[in-house]
T-cell receptor, first 111, second 115 residues
């Protein structure tokens, strides 16, 4: 079993929908949690970073971490076709030196 | 340059060939990382440098994989006697210090296909 589990999708939604992306993990030592966006044939791009439990909001994006359940989420409000990409969760136990990624969820937002 | 630059972008190697993948991190970035991303998977950690020191190489899959960063800037990932299972995208990333909160910037990757 992988340390980080993520549904690969694809997840198809109409423009304007609220999108919910999730990851579960097994390593209780993880305390840094990130969401990356990866467009086709591009490198991952950091969207959100959260330390320990709690919520963080940035524009249309909200990240939630529930360490008691070992569950993290990314919400995208008012989704746009330009949000169509693969979304990767990543986490680490000690700083950012060694990130453990999920497999990524492919999101398709149709106009 | 403005971002992390990797070359070659695409490489086709015959099984058994040696390959070298180059990474130019963002100027001034102390920390440099290599990740391997197989098709349909998330990136997997290979190795990490702080300046020229290789502090963690626990992710290198075999002794055929070797990475160096001799002057603390450009890094090279070398794969000897390539095998088909080495086919993947090799991502290089850099950050200012590697401390929590410092954004890690990824390059676009070197796509390796072993035939």
């Amino acid at each position: 079993q992988k340390e980080v589990e993520q549904d690969p999708g694809p997840l198809s939604v109409p423009e304007g929908a609220i999108v919910s992306l999730n990851c579960t993990y097994s390593n209780s030592a993880f305390q840094y949690f990130m969401w990356y966006r990866q467009y086709s044939r591009k490198g991952p791009e950091l969207l959100m970073y959260t330390y320990s439990s709690g919520n963080k909001e940035d524009g249309r994006f909200t990240a939630q971490v529930d360490k008691s359940s070992k569950y993290i989420s990314l919400f995208i409000r008012d989704s746009q076709p330009s949000d169509s990409a693969t979304y990767l969760c990543a986490m680490s136990a000690e700083g950012f030196q060694k990130l453990v990624f999920g497999t990524g969820t492919r999101l398709l937002v149709s106009p | 340059g403005a971002g992390v630059s990797q070359s070659p972008r695409y490489k086709v190697a015959k099984r058994g060939q040696d390959v070298a993948l180059r990474c130019d991190p963002i100027s001034g970035h102390v920390s440099l990382f290599w990740y391997q991303q197989a098709l349909g998977q998330g990136p997997e950690f290979l190795t990490y440098f702080q300046n020229e020191a290789q502090l963690d190489k626990s992710g290198l899959p075999s002794d055929r994989f070797f990475a160096e960063r001799p002057e603390g800037s450009v890094s090279t990932l070398k794969i000897q006697r390539t095998q088909q299972e080495d086919s993947a995208v090799y991502l290089c990333a850099s950050s200012l210090t590697g401390a929590p909160g410092n954004t890690i910037y990824f390059g676009e990757g070197s796509w390796l296909t072993v035939v």
